[in-house]
């Protein structure tokens, strides 16, 4: 339950849909298995998992929902190889290359054959809707899954007026300016790690570790015209996180001191546990994104429409 690296985006209207009108809408577009030769399904399970039963979870007024893919897996250098295979065979019987089109059914007939007996992979992809503080968060460290949930949930309610966060001065280089004037807000500590850049497509890449980013180590790399891409922080003594300069989270991490509070709760009801630790996760998650925005000079409504 726990999201361990996350995508946010702003609503640009107000999110009005209810907890049962969303619940509905995602009800409609339920996950279903592959059939023997499909490529992929993508749709809604459960939120809570085998625990729970409907689409939409809420706690505290946030909607937590999951959207279920499954892909079936065709290894390339397999297709590669029998597509090499029909092509030969059809220019020793026919004394001619293969056209474009030819190769394309071709590749169209390896890949229905394959199908059936190929390997499947499934991947659940967790999201919650906080309509208070106008954002999505979504727990996933690749931006197009990210984006791939937004679609499916733009798909089955008809709209959803999302976009990423775009501060006016950027990412990278507000990083590369806490480390330089070390203007970083009270709630966030830096970490001991960090990633940065050279100007220039060829520019050197310096990756550093366990180190201290106010130490003279650091400052050489800036002072050699570096930038930071990437950077280490803590938040109110709460998470540890790496900040990405597109405004991606990534190794987040919730310290113990937050996720013992719910250890009061009896470990055999499963389900009030998962609703306990959901609605402390949003809450403190809610908190934080706040709170880094903030950073950049934003707020969580500056994307609203004015109409």
Known sequence: MWFKNLYFFAFTRPFELSE???EKHLSE????????TELAHFGWVNALGKHGNTCVHSANGNFLVCARKEE???????????LEEKVAQLEQEQSRGATKKEKEQFKEDIIFELLPRAFSRITDTH???SPVNNIIVINSSSRGKAEDLLALLRKVIGTLPVTSFDPDISVDETMTDWLI???LGDKFQLGMEAEFNSLGDDGAVVRVKNQDLASEEIKAHLDAEKYAVKIALEWDE????ILCDDLAIKRLKFFDVLQEQNDDIDSDDVLAKMDADFALMAGELNRFIIDLIAEFNMTTTDYITKE
Do not use: M, R, W
Not at 72 to 82: F, N, Q, T
């Open 20 to 22: 049962q009108d969303l």
């Open 29 to 36: 577009h339920l996950f279903t298995p592959c059939g023997s």
């Open 72 to 82: 079936k897996i065709l290894p390339a250098p397999v297709i590669k190889d029998l």
């Open 127 to 129: 999201a919650y809707i």
């Open 181 to 183: 004037e070390k203007n």
């Open 238 to 241: 709460s998470l540890s996180f």
